[in-house]
Every structure is written in structure tokens, then in C-alpha cells.
């Protein structure tokens, strides 16, 4: 009876303790979670290396020659003898237009010095006989001279002789007049001949220099006039990466300095060096345009194709350093999670130069020193809690 007492009431007992303990239990296991259980984190150490500060920039592929390639004529479009995407040399021919009325002003301009000509040939003749009738009036007139003193002849005879002489040099210098028009209608016909024959040729249209068709903007039959654009020409061989940067690294900025340029589906960047540096910055982006030259281009490119540089700004090297990654910040600046004797600690570094992975540690942490990170990028550790490398 007594025992069968005692069993009851130590059941009674435990029954009103089980949820005492259980809450004791609980509560135990979370501080266990919560305080001293080790927390799992990313092990980084502060190590020396190199920092390369970068800058990126977003472009366009572009030429350092082009041309807006037309005829300085009006006319119209006979043939465009080269599509876009054609490869052209210099001198080449592209397009010509109509030249049945340059022909036939040509052959016009033909006739003309040729009659210029034969008109010519006929004065010449003329003036040959003007000269020797001069010749003959001359020795006629000083021999009636000759006569005259003498008494030999009456003065009327001798005053014939003079007026035949003057008759004769009349003749010639009218002759020797003609002549000298007609040499210059022979000048004004063949100078006439000479532009249309420039003519003939101005409606060929050539290439510049050697390059690529990018535009084909007019066809045959249409009307052209003179600055009108037929094609749109392309030196390859001489391409830049127009790319715009942030104004703020105008100082970090300079000629020749590396680069490397990503097309869009390459997977290795084409390496290039910095050739200009614009002078003005746009007032509404504030960024600046900076030209990148390839060293090589083993790949097809088209003229405005997207491409992206990063210019290399710096280089230094056995800096120390640690990952931009495990840095964090608050109202005071950043910060990073260390070891301190097993336990999560937080520290202050002075930083430096900061690069496209890596900040530059002045001051604050030693090499060796091991930075922690929460598994998740950014998350916040409990200062003070064990840790444990994951």
C-alpha cells in the first residue's frame, strides 16, 4: 500500500517537472547555437601580392579614317560596281555616272581644235606670202629711193613705192593678228577638250584609300548632286575602341597605358594600349572618351560594335593586401572580421589603393592575420563567437 502510495506520487512529481526541464533544455540548446557553439565561416589571410587598379570603360568600335565617298558633279547613276562589306584598294573604281553628253561634248570640243588648227596652218601660209610681198616692197621702195636722189625717177613713182610698203606691212600685221587669234581659239578649244576629258574622268568615282564598304546608300538611275553621298568607306586596318570613363580618373590617366578590350562573346580580351585622351568631358554623364588601339586584331570586327576596356591606372606590387570582398562597413567606414585567439574580432585597417579584387592594407592588420567571412556574401558574424572554418 505504502509503496503503491510512493509510486503515485513520485509520478505526480515528475510530471510537473517534465516541462520545467524540457523549457531548461531548450533554452540551453539555443544558447548552445546562439553563444557557444563555433560559427561557420570563410577563412581569408592577409597575404602579400600585387594590385592592378583598373578603370572600365563602355565603347564602340570605330575608324580613324573614314569617308563620305560621293562625285563632285551632278549626274546620273550609271552603275555602283561595289556592295557593302567589299574590300577596296586605292584608286579602285566604285561607281560611274551617265557620260553620252560628256562624249559627246568631247568629240565637239574635238572638232572645234581641229578646225583651230587648219585655221591656223591657212594664216600661216598667209603670213609667209605677207613677208615676202613685204620683202619685195622694201628692196622696191629703197631702190625708187636710190633712183629718186639720183633724178632718175619723177617723185611720184617713188611716193608709189612708200605707199606699196606701208600697204605691205598692213598685210602682214594683219595677217600676224589673225594669227595670234587663232592661236589662242587653238588654246581655248583644247582647253575647252581638257574639261571634258576631266569630266570623263570626274564621273568615275575612286576609291581614296585602301578600306571596307560599310554603306551603299545610293543605286543606279538615281540623280546624284555634287556632296552627295554614294558609299560609306572604312580604313580597318586603322581602328580605335572609343570608349567613355569616369571623369574622376582623369589625373590616373596617360597615354600608352595597357588595356585590355572584350568584344561581346570572346572569352580573352584583345590587349591594346591607350592612344587619346579627349579633352572635354560630357557635362551631362561627366564621363570622358578615351581611345584604346589594339596591339592585333586576329578576329572580325564592324565598325560601331560594341566593346568594353578596362585601363589598367596602376600597378603595384608585394603590397599587402586582402579580398575587397570580406569588407564591410558601418557609420565609422570599414571593417573586417578577424581571428583574435579563436574568436570573431573586428578591425579597423587603413586602406590604400584599391584594385578590381583586392584593397591595398596600410595599417591595421599584418600578413598572416586570417579574415573572416560569413558563407554569405555581406552577412554580418557575432563579435566574440568561436568560429570554424567552413
Not at 582647253?191 to 568615282?205: D, F, I, K, P
Not at 591607350?274 to 568631358?281: G, N
Not at 592585333?296 to 599587402?320: F, H, S
Request: hydrophobic share 50%; proline share 4%; net charge neutral.
Amino acid at each position: 500500500m505504502r509503496v503503491g502510495v510512493a509510486l503515485r506520487r513520485a509520478l505526480r512529481l515528475a510530471r510537473r517537472l517534465v516541462w520545467p526541464v524540457a523549457i531548461v533544455a531548450v533554452v540551453l540548446v539555443t544558447l548552445w547555437f546562439r553563444r557557444w557553439s563555433p560559427v561557420a565561416v570563410v577563412v581569408t589571410p592577409v597575404e602579400r601580392g600585387e594590385i592592378v587598379v583598373e578603370t572600365f570603360g563602355r565603347g564602340t568600335v570605330e575608324s580613324l579614317r573614314e569617308a563620305e565617298v560621293g562625285f563632285d558633279m551632278s549626274g546620273r547613276l550609271s552603275a555602283v560596281l561595289v556592295d557593302e562589306g567589299a574590300r577596296v584598294t586605292l584608286g579602285q573604281d566604285l561607281a560611274r555616272l551617265e557620260t553620252e553628253q560628256a562624249q559627246a561634248d568631247l568629240r565637239s570640243a574635238q572638232t572645234g581644235i581641229a578646225a583651230a588648227r587648219s585655221s591656223l596652218r591657212r594664216l600661216a601660209a598667209e603670213e609667209t606670202r605677207a613677208r615676202a610681198v613685204l620683202a619685195t616692197a622694201e628692196r622696191e621702195d629703197a631702190r625708187m629711193a636710190a633712183l629718186q636722189a639720183s633724178g632718175a625717177v619723177p617723185a611720184r613713182e617713188r611716193d608709189e613705192a612708200a605707199d606699196r610698203l606701208q600697204l605691205a606691212r598692213a598685210d602682214l600685221d594683219r595677217v600676224l593678228a589673225q594669227r595670234a587669234e587663232a592661236t589662242r581659239g587653238v588654246d581655248v578649244a583644247a582647253g575647252g577638250a581638257e574639261q571634258r576629258r576631266v569630266a570623263m574622268v570626274r564621273a568615275t568615282l575612286l576609291a581614296p584609300f585602301d578600306g571596307l564598304i560599310t554603306r551603299r546608300l545610293r543605286e543606279p538611275g538615281d540623280t546624284v548632286a555634287v556632296g552627295s553621298t554614294v558609299l560609306r568607306l572604312v580604313d580597318t586596318a586603322q581602328v580605335v575602341v572609343a570608349a567613355a570613363v569616369d571623369e574622376t580618373v582623369l589625373s590616373a590617366l596617360a597615354v600608352d597605358q595597357p588595356a585590355a578590350i572584350w568584344f561581346p562573346g570572346d572569352d580573352v580580351p584583345v590587349p591594346g594600349r591607350v592612344s587619346r585622351i579627349a579633352w572635354e568631358s560630357d557635362r551631362q554623364t561627366h564621363e570622358l572618351v578615351v581611345e584604346i588601339t589594339p596591339e592585333r586584331l586576329d578576329r572580325r570586327i564592324a565598325i560601331g560594335q560594341r566593346a568594353d576596356v578596362r585601363v589598367e591606372l596602376a600597378r603595384r606590387a608585394d603590397v599587402l593586401r586582402l579580398p575587397i570582398a570580406a569588407l564591410h562597413r558601418d557609420a565609422a567606414g570599414a571593417f573586417v572580421y578577424v581571428d583574435r585567439g579563436g574568436e570573431i574580432a573586428r578591425a579597423r585597417p587603413r586602406l590604400g589603393v584599391t584594385g578590381a579584387d583586392h584593397v591595398e592594407v596600410l595599417d591595421g592588420l599584418v600578413e598572416g592575420d586570417r579574415v573572416l567571412s560569413a558563407p554569405g556574401a555581406g552577412a554580418s558574424l557575432p563579435v566574440g563567437r568561436r568560429w570554424e572554418a567552413r
